[in-house]
């Protein structure tokens, strides 16, 4: 089939640049792999109507291949005449193991990372593959795997991912395909499908949907085996017999009957699958679900295999599967138990989540349509969006600025207590139209209106402003195709996990820099808004699809490289058209040539950490001093925040 193309069609914008790639084909569903190749590359992968296409982009390159090595068998002790000798002496073997054997050329990568070309400031397409599936690829699922920065090393992680892959696809003819390959991308000269170390399993027939699947979600878990459990294994696969052993865990959701949820475990041993030991469920929904998601932690916390589940109806469902059931423990058990205990093995529902009212144009009262639903919060809160545009937060454990204890929050602790609902939101907001001028082409109304003064009032300056100096807001216009996509951007330091959101309202877009300082800005109690970008919805704008729908947003990882490490965006935006593939990327230049003041970036995100950690009331002596010393330099204050909570709604 034809390639992806390397040279994109680029279009200057005010944040740097728009990169279309025009395909031959149809892009059925996009996905960005949320850790980076060990070169530094950003991997892409998208589904058309034969199989997967997986692509690595900027990095550093391929250096040239060393010659073929051939190991020599050791020289004997003693003079060259006592061969005869040496031959007698040596085992069979030890002669077969000094046997010239010939090994494969070595690939290597370049130690410096690649120079910008001016003429093209953007990162070049090193490599792609293709990988045959035999059917139309309808959507894909990777996990949620957080960056390195986010990550500790003594946190338990799978073997598997550190040099693997894992892709699911859900296919044409009902059936769901997990697709492992190596991060590493391989060399143009190995063009054979058996040199790419590609394993794919297939979870079809009796264990698999009767329709075409509508969603997947992916993750990883990992079980405890004893030595003297009667483990029902081939007695090849030795290495099952460890301590313990990680899965991979997959669901997909249909509509048939009234709703069908499957979930499968597939054990992991030495970077291998194995399919005939998959453990498979059915789960009965009420109705259809709209979309799927894993929670986002991971093993050993009690909810890394816990499942969202939307529903189009105006429900969202929290699930708890493949868990163990815990010891029975004293009813004087005062203390909590620990959030590593295990709960049941048969699976639960732990409880539903609802957004508000809405009236129906037939006048009937029912609950908003939600479109899609997205752990965020690491794992403790839900994101939902909602077709009439509006998004909010529900915040499962109390665990975001200003929230009280959550009704999930040691909930493993209360004996025979599950379940509940809760509707109110901790943060919401809603994403509105266009600006449009008084000059703007298109318009359908043969008499524009005119911005109007407006006297200079608390209440009315804010109005004054977006309507005179940037035109009106649209009305959004309701719509049941949407989508929210998650990024970790915070440091492993950090007390609570700070994400960008991206959001895909139908053909309106908008990114939340940081959903945290959002949160803290809802809740404060001075009437003062913060003007920061990183505390509000910023509508993404400019974006230039030919004429074509809009079916899909992703964050990127950018690609290592000096240059970028100085900016506070260490994400790429991935834009899906029916034929094309967007990313929205700023302009790279080399490191001498980086202005001098975006040298202060480092020193501004260290102020607002300290300034943070310093309301939580966690600053150490260090930062501390920080602080004195840029109030005595800057005439700088220490403000701390009211604890008090004041809804406030963004758009």
Known sequence: MPSFPTRPLVKLRDDGLQLSYQLPQRVHAAKAYPILAPNGS????YGYENGLKVIWRGGKRFSAPKPFTQKAAKPARGNSSNDDAVMIIDSDHESAAETPKEEGPVYEFEEDETEVDSAFPFEDILRQID????SRVLDLAVPRILPETARSSLDPFPPALKKLMAISAVCADYSTRIVTLPLIPPHPTQTELTSWQVQTVSISGGVSHQEVPRGVSISFTCQ????????????TKSDFQDSERWDLLVATHSAEASGLL?????????????????????????APATNISFNPSTFPALRHSTLLVAFHSGCVKVYSCFSRKPAKVSRRASGPQSDFEKAETEGRWL????????QSPSGLVRRKTIIDAEWVLGGRAIMVLMADGEWGVWDLEGAGPGSTKGPLQRQSSIQGVTGGSLTAFSVSGKIVGRMTGRNESGSESPVEPRPKFAPMTPSTKRVREDTLLKGTLATPTPSLCGEISVYQTSSLRDALPDESILLRHGTQSAVIPSLLSLWRNAIKASGTFDASNRCRVSPIQDIHLMGENFTGISHLPAAARRSRDTERQDFDILITSEHRIIILAPKLTEPEDIPVSRQS??????????????????????????LLSGMASGNRSMRMGSPIKRARIFA
């Open 42 to 45: 950003s991997i892409i992968v």
């Open 131 to 134: 990988i045959p599936l035999g």
């Open 224 to 235: 405890e085996i004893e030595s003297d459990e009667d483990v029902t294994m081939s007695p």
């Open 262 to 286: 499957l979930i499968h475990r597939i054990p992991i041993v030495e970077d291998r699958m194995y399919d005939d030991e998959i453990v498979s469920r059915r789960v009965y929904l009420p």
């Open 351 to 358: 409880i539903s989540l609802y957004p508000g009212f809405e």
């Open 601 to 626: 970036t480092s020193e501004e995100a260290t102020i607002e950490a300290d300034q943070l950690m310093l309301r939580r009331g966690v600053l150490d002596v260090d930062g501390m001093d920080r």
